[in-house]
């Protein structure tokens, strides 16, 4: 199988919706998801396991500095935040009135929508 065809599945977490985390060092925490790596099963969440990135000097910095940036975390670590009751939830997939296939959390029940 090349690099190319690589199948990736639907993933519950979306660019936009709010997370908790699971696990790691960022256990416990909430944030807002700012990207998703669907290949590698990793997101970025905003807030959550911040790390120190050198950069080198420049032309713009001559000095260089250290930047502290949110870096990937995996898909499994994370789990999408009911509306309703502000609990984490699991997800589930189901046709609305219009055919439309939506997200709810199995939870409440209630439709995830993505900002």
């Known amino acids: 199988m090349n690099k190319k065809e690589i199948k990736v599945n639907k993933l519950h977490v979306k660019k936009g919706d709010t997370v908790k985390v699971l696990s790691g060092n960022g256990r416990g925490k ?9 290949a590698k099963y990793r997101a970025i969440v905003e807030g959550v396991n911040i790390v120190s990135k050198h950069v080198k000097p420049s032309a713009n910095n001559p000095n260089g500095k250290i930047d502290k940036i949110e870096a990937s975390i ?29 997200r709810y959390a199995k939870k409440s029940g209630e439709v995830i929508k993505n900002d």
């Open 30 to 38: 909430t944030g807002k998801v700012l990207e998703v790596y669907p």
């Open 74 to 102: 995996h898909l499994s670590n994370l789990m999408v935040v009911d509306p309703s009751s502000g609990e984490a939830s699991r997800l589930g997939r189901k046709m609305d009135e219009n055919g439309k296939l939506v």
